[in-house]
């Protein structure tokens, strides 16, 4: 935890992590793992650790495997963008 600082601070610091391993990715199943994250104050440092890291699994800053994925894609085509604006 010396790196992540911000896990002590996190709403899910003592539960059950078993809610934040849904079994399939169903949004239904990830509801409770979500509302913990919806409150959470590192939720941001959390999303961001996962995307950094590419957790493939769980619910990570109340974002699903999925909706990670899909959020890199989004910066990635941003990323471009932005590159071919600058070399244009």
Do not use: H
């Amino acid at each position: 935890m010396k790196n992540q600082p911000w896990r002590a601070k996190s709403a899910c610091r003592g539960l059950d992590p078993t809610i934040f391993y849904p079994a399939t990715e169903e949004e239904d199943e990830a509801e409770a793992a979500k509302a913990v994250c919806a409150v959470c104050p590192v939720q941001a440092e959390c999303l961001e650790y996962a995307l950094g890291f590419r957790e493939k699994e769980g619910v990570w800053g109340g974002a699903t495997e999925r909706e990670r994925r899909r959020i890199i894609r989004q910066r990635r085509r941003a990323a471009y963008a932005a590159a071919a604006r600058r070399s244009a």
